[in-house]
């Protein structure tokens, strides 16, 4: 298994929210990123990302492990949640906010 996979998992396995993006929270680098960050952000909790753009290896190797091919990727809790469409969707719901604060309930726990 390759390094990149390796560091993939352990940062799935090591935030309970992760946002695979382009650009960070504060200065998105495309539209998809920055609506997703924008509807996690609304949900009040701290969340985890990884840039991208700034590691091109876990560009080219996590639509393949995720068998998901676009950016950004939210994982809650080692599961995939999905793409922006997905994020938005789930935020206009009520969805997004109570799974997000339900793994941040639990990080808390932990």
Do not use: H
């Amino acid at each position: 298994m390759s390094n990149t996979i390796e560091t993939i998992q352990e940062q799935i396995n090591n935030n309970d929210i992760l946002l695979y993006m382009k650009g960070t929270p504060r200065m998105p680098q495309c539209g998809f990123s920055a609506q997703a960050v924008q509807a996690l952000m609304s949900c009040g909790e701290r969340f985890a990302f990884v840039n991208i753009l700034e590691n091109p290896d876990i560009r080219a190797e996590l639509p393949k492990y995720a068998n998901w091919p676009t950016f950004p990727q939210l994982w809650v809790k080692g599961e995939l949640v999905g793409g922006c469409d997905i994020i938005v969707e789930m935020a206009g719901n009520g969805e997004l906010q109570s799974i997000i604060k339900e793994a941040a309930a639990s990080a808390d726990e932990e």
